[in-house]
Structure formats: structure tokens, C-alpha cells
Nanobody
Framework: QVQLVESGGGLVQAGGSLRLSCVVSGRTFVYAIGWFRQAPGKEREFVASISWSGSSTYYADSVKGRFAISRDNGKNTGYLQMNSLKPEDTAVYYC???????????????WGQGTQVTVSS
């Protein structure tokens, strides 16, 4: 059974930074990693994704230039470095894994429980 566990969320002032981590366990497989977020009263939205090799990445326009996705396959861990945070970045952030070598922003099979990120103004 595949498990994803996020960590690194918290409370930060606007303009600050946070680094989220996502550990994938339970099965050995090739997978893309995606990060998503859901703010109160809003639908979950795509934030960023990275292919298995790390050579391909994709970002939502709202975070492009501020967030950076990366991964360490030796540690089965994905990361989301969030800089220049804004109050509108406040949300529960989820990581997800999708089997395969490709890059995708939809159709993820496996999900973590989420970590809260709160950005104060």
C-alpha cells in the first residue's frame, strides 16, 4: 500500500518561505509527484508537478517564479520550496504520486493527508 506523508507546513508572514516535504513509501515504483492545494471554500487546485527523472517540471501560473518543486529519489521524497509567500497562498497543501515516467497535472492515484500553510499579512 502506497503512503504519502507531507510535512513542513506552518505559519509564516507574507514574504517568507517554507519548504514542504513529501515522503513516499510502501511500494517501489516509478512515479511523478504533484503538489496541490485547497483553500477554505475553494476547490483543490494544481500547484506544481515533477517527472520521475526530475528533468521536467510544470507550475501553475499563480506560483511560477516563487515556488520550486524538486525530488530526491534516493530518499523517496519530493519537495516544494515556497518563497515570497502571499496571504492567498494559505491553504492545505497535498502531495500526490502518479505511476509513470511522464509529467502530469491530473489523474493522480495516490494522495497524502495534507499539511496546513498559513500566510499572515
Amino acid at each position: 500500500q502506497v503512503q504519502l506523508v507531507e510535512s513542513g507546513g506552518g505559519l509564516v508572514q507574507a514574504g517568507g518561505s517554507l519548504r514542504l516535504s513529501c515522503v513516499v513509501s510502501g511500494r517501489t515504483f516509478v512515479y511523478a509527484i504533484g503538489w496541490f492545494r485547497q483553500a477554505p471554500g475553494k476547490e483543490r487546485e494544481f500547484v506544481a508537478s515533477i517527472s520521475w527523472s526530475g528533468s521536467s517540471t510544470y507550475y501553475a501560473d499563480s506560483v511560477k517564479g516563487r515556488f520550486a518543486i524538486s525530488r530526491d529519489n534516493g530518499k523517496n521524497t519530493g519537495y516544494l520550496q515556497m518563497n515570497s509567500l502571499k496571504p492567498e497562498d494559505t491553504a492545505v497543501y497535498y502531495c500526490a504520486a502518479e505511476p509513470g515516467y511522464g509529467l502530469t497535472k491530473t489523474g493522480y492515484d495516490y494522495w497524502g493527508q495534507g499539511t496546513q500553510v498559513t500566510v499572515s499579512s
